[in-house]
């Protein structure tokens, strides 16, 4: 079987998939076990170690592609990624069991959220988005990460000794399948991403648009499964904290650190389009959680649907 033919992009895909579900189950169990063991919430879990390690894969994407291919790959993987965590993640998580927004997730994390995005379309709006812009995001992710360490502390200190007594022991199982499921989840991302990529590249479409759409569902892959399973074993605000943390990680973290690498550009078409959907999919979403602290099936058919048309009108 030659490498490179359409039966091996296929065997990638499958393989890259089944990776992704024993990686998202292993990761949920071992998180889930060591937020009870060290007093901790599930959204701060999610929205912190899991939201970052997840984000690895549009890290690696970014920075390769930028190096490699050009800068369209990188800036089209993170703005699709961050739509597809709104419109697909957090929409099939809804659509499978309504989440409950903790009023952390709400009044802390969200609008970094929201900070994230706007820093990324005022920054780019100029077609470039340079060293000194990088910084900026550094800078942001800085006070973001300060903000959550005293969230953490804060937490901690409030725990008394006889609820400390009752809380079970951090086992190294736990964090052998956080680390397991976090591999698990990069190397079936890497798998879906190449034979995407290949059989789109294959086809003719251009950088940007595999950017747009391969690349970022499938490094927002590890985010969908990590979500799906911890909705369907009833941990909604894992969910939610791994899509708001995300998204503040996919931009912050991933476009600060390539932008210091090398200038990204920004095509005139991401401003009059991938830009204000970005910014459309944010406010709704926002705008969901604020209504009644949730996001109901309703909510969740609305995002996937967008996001459906968001992908439609991305074809050629």
Known sequence: MPLGSPLT???LLAGGAALLYVGAELLVRGASDLALAIGLK?????????????????????LLGAITVSTDTGLGAIVGSNIANIGLVLGVSALI?????????????????????????????????GALDGVVLLVTLVAFTIVIMRRIRATQSAITDAEREGMPDAKPQDIAAVVGGLVALVLGSRWLIDGGQSLLSAAGFSNLFIGLTVLALGTSLPELAASVVAAVRGEAEFSVGNVVGSNIYNVLAVIGIVAL??????????????????????????????????????????????????????LP
């Open 97 to 129: 069991r309504p989440l409950d927004i903790s009023e952390t997730v709400l009044r802390r994390h969200v609008p970094f959220m929201v900070l994230a995005a706007l820093l990324l379309v005022g920054l780019g709006w100029d077609g470039r988005i």
């Open 42 to 62: 599930a959204s701060t879990v999610g929205v912190t170690v899991v939201a970052f390690a997840t984000t690895t894969p549009e890290l690696f994407v970014s």
């Open 261 to 314: 690498v090398t200038p990204i550009s920004v095509s005139p078409g991401v401003r009059g389009f991938e830009f204000p959907a970005l910014l459309v999919f944010t406010g709704l979403v926002v705008a969901l959680m604020l209504r009644h602290e949730q996001v109901s099936r309703l909510d969740g058919g609305i995002l996937v649907g967008g996001y459906l048309v968001f992908v439609y009108l991305l």
């Open 9 to 11: 992009e296929l065997l």
